[in-house]
């Protein structure tokens, strides 16, 4: 389960964001820092990114991102 979770994303990758009640595509840059907000399906999630919610697969997530842990 990645809710709750942080990545740093290795590549851009593509979300989709929701404007004036269309969903368009944007890209999220490499470096950016992600946190997992909810699980959708399977196959997408919503992430919190800049004070925006967007959905990304979770492939991507899983595959482009690195877990940023905080350590205490």
Avoid: H
Avoid at 2 to 31: M, N, W, Y
Avoid at 41 to 61: I, K
Wanted: aromatic share 6%; hydrophobic share 45%; charged share 25%.
């Amino acid at each position: 389960m990645l809710t709750g979770r942080l990545f740093k994303l290795s590549e851009r990758t593509l979300a989709i964001d929701v404007v004036e009640c269309q969903r368009i595509a944007v890209t999220i840059p490499a470096g950016a820092i992600i946190k997992v907000l909810s699980g959708n399906d399977d196959q997408t999630v919503d992430v919190l990114w800049e004070s925006r919610r967007v959905e990304v697969f979770s492939c991507d997530v899983n595959m482009r991102g690195t877990e940023i842990t905080m350590k205490y």
